[in-house]
């Protein structure tokens, strides 16, 4: 079955400690995206991915890093967490960017303490 | 820059029509659209490339109108199905450097009543 998994989906954590929100599809895709929604905000896109070892900035990237080592996963870190990063979070995947259609995860709740 | 959508919320009953507009302030070069249920992760409607590029499946279809900036998305004889939050989302020029990037919309609230 095609699909993107996200993990954990829902985590609660405490400012400053370093998390990773893994992000794996099975469909080989070459476009991955993060995404962080929030109340009134809508999707905002954190970082996208056109390809292995090719990453780019979105709209909010401040406080976080990714890595594409692997075309199948796109991890999101969050070196030091803070409030303002409580949010539910999207990874997404598709062929290529232009695309008929477009795969988007489970999402991942996270609060920050 | 965010592009806007209009309207922010819409109410019908089943079998009515509703067009959700999305436009934006700098140049368009493609727009995607998805449908989003409380609790669930968005679901990709379609996607337009080209200016004048119309497209659609079943009772949904969507326009895109390059030289107004601007996409529409139509839903015909809704459904209660229909019901969830919709939002279009604009991608950069395939000639730039930021063409992988994508600016969604605040997004329209749909409800659908019997």
């Known amino acids: 079955e095609a699909q993107v998994t996200q993990n954990p989906r829902y985590l609660i954590t405490v400012t400053g400690k370093k998390l990773t929100v893994t992000c794996s599809q099975n469909m080989n895709h070459e476009y991955m995206s993060w995404y962080r929604q929030d109340p009134g905000l809508g999707l905002r896109q954190i970082y996208y991915?056109?390809?292995?070892?090719?990453?780019d900035k979105g709209d909010v990237p401040e406080g976080y890093k990714v890595s594409r080592k692997e075309k199948r996963n796109f991890p999101l870190i969050l070196e030091s967490p803070s409030p303002n990063q409580t949010s539910l979070y999207f990874c997404?995947?598709?062929?290529?960017?232009?695309?008929?259609?477009?795969?988007f995860g489970p999402g991942t709740r996270l609060l920050v303490l | 820059q965010q592009p806007v959508q209009s309207p922010q919320a819409v109410i019908l009953r089943e079998g009515e029509d509703a067009v959700i507009n999305c436009s934006s302030s700098?140049?368009?070069?493609?727009v995607h659209w998805y449908r989003q249920k409380h609790g669930e992760a968005p679901v990709f409607l379609m996607i337009l490339l080209k200016g004048g590029e119309q497209k659609g499946h079943e009772k949904i279809s969507a326009s895109f109108n390059e030289k107004k900036q601007q996409s529409s998305l139509y839903l015909t004889a809704s459904q209660l199905s229909y019901s969830g939050t919709y939002f279009c989302?604009?991608?950069?020029?395939?000639?730039?450097?930021?063409?992988?990037?994508?600016?969604f919309g605040q997004g329209t609230i749909l409800t659908v009543h019997p």
């Open positions: 991915s056109m390809n292995v070892e090719v990453t």
């Open positions: 700098k140049a368009l070069y493609s």
């Open positions: 997404a995947s598709s062929e290529h960017l232009g695309a008929e259609t477009q795969y």
């Open positions: 989302g604009t991608g950069g020029d395939a000639g730039g450097t930021s063409y992988g990037k994508l600016t």
